[in-house]
């Protein structure tokens, strides 16, 4: 929200009150907290009809500092709140140094000069200023409409870049964007978003660290906007919370970040193989059904999961989580019957009851459903007729919503797409009495952990996966999240991509996309790129609104790419699933940004249209029909995957691809494990591995993990010290040993 008209002056009915001057500081174990007057105090009674300022400096954990700045402290504070690792340990140290009062958390402090204007100065290990909350930077604005807003400004450096902020289709690098943290049903062609989350990521030349504003209703960014040397946050509220988190790397501030909020589970294996759907508004019917899994079976294309869409339940409906009877006659049968045949089966699903289904007055009768204040239950006609909304801050109703989804569980479903949640009403009274402003983000995290806990719960820990569209901060721990509706179009995979690398620096290791785009048919061309790009991706879907996205609808060519890409998958499981267990262990995505594996490298940080796929594969999905594509390569000597090709960085290239192949390049001094399945994603990798030697690796260690993220066997690759510098591998003891491919 901007406050200000310009440099000089306030907008029409604003008033200003910033933090001035420190009356007085206390220290206690691991905190501080500092008074501050808005205005200078000359005389006694400059301290009358006056507002002060509480800031309170904490640490929860190693390298992250915490500030919560309150005006008036007596404003009731009903909930929810982010759920917090460390919040009640201190992490700090804090020192008084004459005038100069700082708390220390490992790499990073805080320093407050109680004899100066007041500014919070956050510094590194070395003593250098990270950024800072100056003369402006602590302050509460007053509307003409009765409105009040906390807000902070911390300074941004020459050179420093902000990124983050959930799953933004808008310019990768955020500056100079304005942001509402706010959840919306906006498709990826606007400045809406289904995935909010009020963590930013910042690279300078002098390094990275996170700013994670603490508050799950609306934060209003303006992000070098409204002052261009600024980032501004903002709150409709008494108190703000934010939280700085050390560097010096990308991956270092990720790491900390998700110990704060929550790092992912690990998606069980078979969730990285090709999932195929019904399609939205398409006819079907398990003779559809059965045909699609024939027709992909007769062309050779492996698939994981079979996606049953909307209309598997009846019309008017949804969700009463019923089969419609006159379509699925045999619901049980059928699945077992394409269980049979080695597939998964995923629902979907959403958290509105429809008034036409048995399950609205039951859930009414039984007190499940978001109310008015007036005692009227909530309902509209928005997606489902007279549809109401599951209040999940009801224990009651979270179990009674879970033991409907055992139902299909025991039928034999694995998994649901979890779709919606993001139209949340905020004219409502909860069964918890949350704040209905503050839950209209924070709902999508209920929802999805209902579900994604009674998996866990019925299918075990490591074999639970959802597919979901919206989330805020800490919804990371529920994997796995796709991009929403994405029109089919090149423009579309780019703004798609753009918001799944903006996803991946704000704390989520893995997402998905609808390959070929969601609305309307794609043309040919479109979906066989598409395809390529989904094939490397953390997790791969065929999904479409009003067509069909089997790949023979598209023609040969598009039935020859994804058999190809999807084998290729496969075999880069030993790989791929490695890099997922690390993400579920330290919050480093598997889908990176070049500026995650590159931050010392300026051209990396602006690159919005190719990534790593884990640390050691780049990856330049290809926009263009005609197969014509720019991209960049750090430095070093990168090896194509498919080609063999061999090409000095750093350097831009312009290539040209069928739709066989885009730039696919291994990491300089990378080995690279490779598997033999190609028809499945989760077998034993050991059995037949491979491993790909790039020309500059010298020493190095593999890990192959097993189907539950462990350590299944180690590989030592070395060359000998002479001229020929051949290639010898160490096994951990009784492993196969691998075959060895120098490129």
């Not at 008033?15 to 420190?22: D, G, L, W």
């Not at 598009?558 to 075999?571: C, E, I, P, Q, S």
Request: aromatic share 12%; charged share 20%; with cysteine.
């Amino acid at each position: 929200m901007k406050f200000t008209d310009g440099f000089w002056l306030m907008r029409d009915g604003v008033t200003a009150s910033y933090a001035t001057e420190v009356r007085d500081v206390r220290t206690d174990t691991g905190r501080f907290t500092a008074h501050a007057s808005v205005k200078r105090v000359e005389r006694r009674g400059d301290t009358l009809n006056a507002p002060l300022l509480t800031t309170e400096c904490f640490s929860p954990a190693e390298g992250v500092i915490g500030v919560r700045t309150t005006h008036h402290a007596g404003k009731r504070h009903p909930g929810p709140d982010f759920a917090l690792a460390g919040a009640d340990t201190p992490a700090g140290d804090v020192t008084l140094d004459g005038d100069v009062v700082s708390l220390t958390s490992g790499a990073l402090s805080v320093r407050l000069d109680t004899a100066e204007p007041w500014t919070l100065s956050f510094r590194d290990a070395d003593g250098r200023e990270v950024t800072s909350a100056g003369r402006k930077g602590t302050a509460f604005f007053t509307t003409a409409e009765g409105g009040h807003h906390m807000a902070a400004q911390l300074t941004l450096g020459v050179g420093e870049q902000v990124y983050g902020l959930g799953e933004r289709f808008t310019p990768f690098v955020k500056n100079g964007q304005t942001v509402d943290i706010w959840q919306a049903d906006g498709g990826t062609s606007s400045e809406q978003a289904y995935k909010n989350v009020p963590f930013s990521l910042h690279l300078s030349p002098a390094g990275a660290y996170g700013v994670f504003v603490n508050h799950p209703g609306r934060v209003s960014y303006e992000i070098g906007s409204e002052a261009v040397g600024q980032m501004q946050f903002s709150v409709e509220d008494q108190a703000l919370e934010y939280y700085v988190v050390a560097g010096p790397t990308p991956k270092d501030v990720l790491r900390r970040y998700t110990a704060l909020t929550g790092r992912p589970a690990l998606p069980p294996a078979w969730s990285f193989g090709l999932w195929l759907t019904t399609s939205f508004t398409t006819q079907y019917d398990e003779e559809t059904v059965a045909s699609f899994v024939d027709g992909m079976a007769e062309r050779d294309i492996p698939l994981s999961v079979f996606h049953f869409d909307c209309f598997w339940m009846r019309e008017y409906q949804w969700s009463d989580f019923t089969w419609d009877p006159d379509v699925f006659p045999d619901p049980a049968g059928m699945l077992a019957r394409l269980k049979e045949r080695g597939l998964r089966i995923s629902l979907w699903i959403n958290p509105y009851i429809a008034q036409k289904s048995a399950l609205f007055e039951e859930a009414a009768a039984h007190g499940y459903l978001v109310r008015k204040a007036n005692g009227d239950i909530w309902q509209w006609d928005l997606w489902q007729a007279g549809m109401g909304l599951v209040d999940f801050t009801n224990p009651e109703a979270c179990a009674w919503f879970q033991a409907k989804l055992k139902v299909l569980l025991d039928q034999g479903v694995d998994c649901f797409k979890t779709d919606f949640g993001e139209r949340i009403p905020t004219d409502v009274v909860w069964h918890d009495g949350s704040d209905p402003e503050r839950m209209h983000n924070y709902y999508t995290h209920l929802y999805n952990q209902v579900v994604f806990e009674l998996l866990e719960k019925e299918r075990s820990v490591g074999d639970a996966v959802l597919f979901a569209r919206s989330a805020t901060a800490g919804g990371q721990q529920f994997p796995v999240h796709w991009g929403g509706d994405c029109f089919s179009s090149f423009g579309a995979m780019a703004e798609s991509l753009r918001g799944g690398l903006s996803l991946s620096l704000s704390g989520f290791g893995f997402w998905s996309h609808d390959i070929g785009g969601f609305e309307g048919t794609p043309d040919p061309a479109v979906f066989k790129r598409w395809l390529a790009f989904g094939l490397l991706s953390s997790h791969s879907r065929l999904h479409g609104s009003s067509s069909y996205r089997v790949p023979w609808e598209f023609g040969d060519d598009a039935v020859d790419v994804a058999r190809a890409f999807t084998k290729l998958k496969h075999r880069l499981m030993p790989y791929l699933y490695g890099v997922a267990a690390d993400a579920h262990a330290t919050g480093v995505p598997l889908m990176r940004p070049m500026l995650l594996e590159f931050p010392a490298d300026p051209t990396s940080r602006a690159l919005d249209r190719q990534y790593m796929l884990g640390p050691d594969l780049l990856v330049a999905p290809v926009f263009t029909a005609d197969g014509d594509v720019e991209f960049y390569l750090p430095e070093g000597t990168w090896t194509h995957l498919l080609t063999g090709e061999r090409v000095e960085g750093p350097a831009w290239r312009r290539e040209t691809h069928g739709y066989d192949s885009l730039p696919l390049y291994v990491r300089p001094g990378a080995v690279l494990p490779l598997g033999a399945d190609e028809q499945r994603p989760d077998g034993d990798w050991t059995e037949g591995l491979t491993l790909l030697v790039t020309p500059d690796a010298h020493d190095v260690t593999v890990t192959v993990p097993d189907r539950h993220g462990s350590q299944a066997a180690s590989y030592r690759v070395r060359r000998t010290a002479d001229d020929a510098g051949a290639v010898a591998v160490e096994t951990s003891e009784g492993v196969p040993a691998p075959t060895l491919k120098e490129v």
